[in-house]
């Protein structure tokens, strides 16, 4: 089984749940393509906010927590 370990801290975490859900919340607002897309791009950060794992943050060998 693969462990993920987390790669952000707590402040990265807050702010990427914060900014997924004003994208969401702007493409529930915006109608048609535009709305979809802004939803759709709202996911990523919110999703990874929550898991506390960054896929980008991996591939780099990036960590915003001091270990």
């Known amino acids: 089984m693969m462990t993920i370990t987390l790669n ?3 402040w990265d975490r807050i702010l990427r749940v914060a900014l997924g859900l004003i994208l969401i919340a702007a493409g ?3 109608w ?3 709305g979809i ?3 759709l791009v709202g996911i990523i950060p919110l999703l990874t906010g ?3 794992w960054c896929p980008l943050y991996a591939l780099f060998k990036i960590q915003t927590c001091k270990r």
């Open 50 to 52: 929550i898991i506390g």
């Open 8 to 10: 952000e801290c707590n």
């Open 32 to 34: 048609g393509v535009w």
């Open 28 to 30: 529930i607002a915006v």
């Open 37 to 39: 897309v802004l939803g």
